[in-house]
């Protein structure tokens, strides 16, 4: 087995204007995608959503000089993720793809591992 | 066979080595794989393994199934490797296998004279073409380990530096291991979608060998002859697959015209100007027979159409019999089974000499917005073409100066120039 995290990128601007309807439907999918990790032969192991890019701080450079903001500024920034664990890159693809992100998309990347 | 008559049959085994590199380099390094869980080493051993055959078949002759022998003397290589190197030297981890890892015990026991030994090219296939990867990862993927061709082959192929193409090629394997690509047959659901990939990326080698982009030459003979032979293998693989035999079925009846696309002097003829009695009348016959086969599955897949429009030019005795009514409704399917910009510029083709000059112009105006086709050279030049048989002689010049900026084919370019001459000078 090994493990992934699934990186959510979705349009913040979306989630900002989203009705409380909407929100509820993406609260509802999260909780349903959480329940059919495993048919996929893979397993949760975590998971968060983060606040909005505009409560993010930014520390850069060999003095970590301080800027108020993102590290890259994009239009689909990074909103959340999930640590899975999978038996291999086929498995975590299939979870990928019922990963929910209606304003955007999800990338799938390899935790790395030190023997 | 003894050793007194083998020097002169030095020849002969050098020929009997390149002939098994060509047909069963695939075959060898899928099942070593199996062995070693990691490419480099399996290509490694592989190599050695043919490197081994020159003299041990100058010795002891060439044996009745090179495949087989070949495979044995690579396993046995990369068992040894793999006892000798241990894990801390692991470059990268092993492949995903979702069978059974082979110990030294069973990897040994099939060969020559055992068991026949399991047919793994399909896996190492669908993994060279798998969906994470990008194209020209895949491209150069299969060249590299289903053809067996060299970094700096493959490189020259597609006209890039070696570094750039051994940069590709390390970068693909290295995703493959670290992201566990997995090295196994997708399941049957999965299969139809993942043998797509692959027969998109051996019609790639086949359209890039058949046209090359930019160049002196119109045809690279080695990348048409090395993707029909995946097709071939596909359809050894996938023998009930209609996709498969579609694709082979194309690339026959598209390459039975290889004679007569060139004039002596390597001028470009088009299909209409084709010397017909010189089309190979093996691979029409074998290709309609495999459109016939492809065709019986519904919905047709976009090879088998595509052979059939191919078919239909096949057995046309000449280009004033040309079915063009059928060329346009086999068009039509393939419309709806492949939407495509590329397949409606052909299509307003067929419908200009199926209803005249008039209505071909009118159906490929109506593409003139699409954005796929913006910089596509053939889209100018067709319009040029029925502008010019409209006797639109200043439009045409036009559109034949605009395709002309649009292509790096020499010979492409130099039949446009001509068409260009033929005009006359500007009437304006």
């Known amino acids: ?115 | 066979m003894t050793v007194k008559d083998t020097g002169a049959d030095a020849s002969a085994v050098a020929t009997a080595v390149a002939d098994a590199h060509r047909r069963e380099w695939a075959f060898v390094l899928a099942a070593t794989v199996r062995v070693t869980r990691d490419l480099d080493v399996a290509e490694e051993c592989v190599q050695e393994a043919f490197a081994t055959a020159l003299t041990d078949w100058a010795a002891h002759g060439v044996p009745d199934r090179p495949a087989a022998w070949l495979t044995t003397a690579a396993k046995r290589r990369a068992l040894n490797v793999l006892r000798h190197r241990g894990v801390e030297h692991r470059y990268l981890p092993l492949l995903v296998e979702e069978d059974t890892v082979p110990g030294p015990g069973d990897a040994l026991d099939d060969g020559p004279d055992g068991v026949p030994i399991p047919d793994d090219r399909l896996r190492l296939v669908v993994t060279c073409c798998h969906p994470a990867l990008d194209r020209s990862a895949q491209v150069a993927l299969t060249l590299r380990l289903m053809c067996g061709l060299s970094t700096a082959e493959v490189a020259r192929a597609f006209l890039v530096s070696e570094p750039t193409m051994a940069a590709r090629i390390t970068r693909a394997k290295k995703k493959i291991a670290l992201a566990r690509i997995p090295y196994r047959v997708p399941s049957a659901e999965e299969l139809p979608e993942r043998v797509d990939a692959v027969l998109s990326v051996v019609h790639l080698l086949f359209t890039t060998g058949h046209t090359v982009p930019a160049g002196e030459e119109l045809v690279r003979r080695d990348l048409v002859e090395r993707s029909v032979q995946l097709a071939r293998m596909l359809r050894r693989l996938l023998p009930r697959d209609p996709a498969v035999a579609g694709l082979l079925a194309l690339l026959l009846l598209t390459d039975a015209r290889r004679e007569t696309r060139t004039a002596p002097d390597g001028r470009l003829l088009l299909l209409e100007e084709q010397d017909r009695t010189r089309w190979d009348p093996a691979a029409i016959a074998e290709g309609i027979a495999l459109v016939r086969e492809a065709l019986r599955t519904r919905p047709p897949s976009r090879y088998a159409l595509q052979a059939a429009i191919a078919a239909v030019h096949a057995e046309s005795p000449s280009w004033d019999d040309t079915d063009w009514r059928e060329v346009v409704a086999l068009y039509d399917v393939l419309t709806q089974v492949w939407p495509s910009p590329v397949v409606a510029l052909n299509r307003a083709v067929a419908v200009g000499f199926a209803c005249g000059a008039a209505a071909g112009l009118a159906a490929l105006d109506a593409l003139g917005s699409e954005p796929q086709l913006a910089g596509y050279g053939y889209l100018p030049a067709a319009r040029a073409d029925f502008l010019r048989r409209l006797g639109r002689v200043d439009d045409a010049r036009t559109a034949y100066e605009e395709a002309l900026l649009l292509t790096d084919n020499a010979v492409e370019r130099e039949f446009l120039a001509g068409r260009l001459r033929g005009l006359g000078g500007p009437s304006h």
């Open chain 1, 1 to 115: 087995m090994s493990q992934y995290l699934i990186l959510i990128y979705e349009d913040e601007a979306s989630y900002a204007t989203a009705t409380p309807e909407v929100l509820g439907e993406v609260m509802q999918a999260h909780n349903d995608f959480a329940a059919q990790v495993e048919q996929h032969g893979a397993k949760l192991l975590g998971g968060n959503a983060l606040q909005s890019t505009g409560t993010a701080t930014s520390l850069r450079g060999a003095g970590s000089e301080v800027t108020d903001g993102p590290f890259v500024e994009t239009k689909e920034a990074l909103g959340g993720y999930y640590l899975i664990e999978a038996p291999d890159l086929d498995a975590a693809l299939a979870v990928g793809k019922i990963c929910p992100a209606r304003f955007g998309g999800v990338e799938v990347r390899p935790i790395m591992t030190f023997e």
